[in-house]
């Protein structure tokens, strides 16, 4: 959902996810803190406290990476990368030929990008070869 928001640049949304996130990153620190308490249920969380406790480290970083990169990209909002993502105008024949392929008509009569460079005009110069 955090990916859909980014591309329609919905703050609203990233809001929301960012909320979630959060609430998130509360249970993970609130269920660390509940191993460590001393009460009923210490002994419980005995045999597993080592992995559950390295688990919920490695998470909360993770987590709170994840909230940085929301933020930094609600930050980023109205910059460019709607129109960026809904698509560029197709290339002139000019950018094609700069960039190093055509499309046009192949021998078999297919389509497909011809490559110019140093074997000249036609496909790539490699072959395939069974080893």
Not at 5 to 15: A, D, I, N, V, Y
Not at 21 to 39: E, P
């Amino acid at each position: 959902m955090a990916a859909f928001f980014t591309r329609k640049e919905s703050t609203p949304g990233m809001l929301s996810i960012i909320i979630l996130y959060i609430a998130g990153l509360a249970y993970f620190l609130f269920k660390l803190v509940r191993m460590y308490q001393h009460g009923k249920r210490y002994h419980q969380y005995e045999p597993v406290r080592r992995p559950l406790t390295t688990f919920a480290i490695i998470t909360v970083i993770l987590i709170v990476m994840t909230i940085v990169n929301a933020c930094m990209c609600t930050a980023n909002f109205g910059k460019g990368l709607k129109p960026h993502i809904a698509g560029r105008k197709l290339e002139s024949e000019e950018e094609k030929l700069a960039n190093g392929t055509v499309t046009e008509m192949m021998p078999n009569g297919g389509y497909g990008a011809w490559k110019y460079g140093r074997e000249g005009v036609g496909g790539v110069g490699s072959r395939m070869t069974i080893d």
